[in-house]
């Protein structure tokens, strides 16, 4: 069953219905990339100012390209590089305010000034990467950092 999604004009309780919403369009039977699939729909919807959300999934020791929203992106990324790399490595979420500052920056998109990522760690190991773009500098701030550890909760739970 779904319910109907509906953007507010407030970042924290666009989180809290982002929250709210994900169970019903993801299903703890369904195979991994389906989960990933409407989770970065949701995102989508729900975040003002980006131009890629999506994630990298941890496969045969590389971040291989998921589900995502955007134009397409590079395939694959090796662990320690790049910032979704580096978040992987760390095992540690990173805000980069202007990604040119960002020593190793891979360029999917010439449009993107910011970015946020967020490991995702399934029973102890690496499982995939969450990275969201944003063609405004200085997009993400700890608001969103804390409602997307909560969105990925929802999801993390709902991994077969
Ligand atoms: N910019 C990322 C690569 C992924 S794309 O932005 C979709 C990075 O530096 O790791």
């Known amino acids: 069953m779904f319910i109907p999604i509906q953007k507010s ?11 709210e919403a994900l169970p019903y369009y993801i299903n703890r039977k369904d195979p991994w990339y389906v989960t990933l ?14 131009n890629w959300v999506g994630f990298y999934v941890w496969h045969h020791d590389r971040l291989y390209l998921g589900p995502f929203q955007g134009k397409p992106a590079c395939t694959e990324i090796q662990l320690g590089r790049g910032v979704v790399g580096t978040s ?16 190793g920056h ?17 029973h102890g ?7 969201i773009d944003s063609p405004k500098l200085n997009r993400f701030d700890t608001e969103d950092l804390q409602g997307l550890q909560k969105v990925l909760r929802v999801l993390i739970d709902n991994l077969s």
Do not use: G
Not at 9 to 19: A, D, S, W
Not at 37 to 50: E, G, H, M, R
Not at 88 to 103: P, T
Not at 113 to 120: D, G, M, R
């Open 37 to 50: 699939a409407n989770t970065s729909a949701l995102i989508d919807y729900f975040l003002d100012t980006i």
């Open 106 to 122: 891979i360029s999917c998109d010439q449009e993107t000034q910011s970015e946020i990522v967020l490991p995702i760690i399934v």
């Open 9 to 19: 004009q407030n970042k924290v309780e666009n989180y809290n219905r982002m929250v």
């Open 125 to 131: 190991k690496l499982f995939a990467v969450l990275d």
């Open 88 to 103: 992987a490595l760390q095992e540690k979420s990173l805000i980069v305010s202007d990604v040119s500052m960002f020593e």
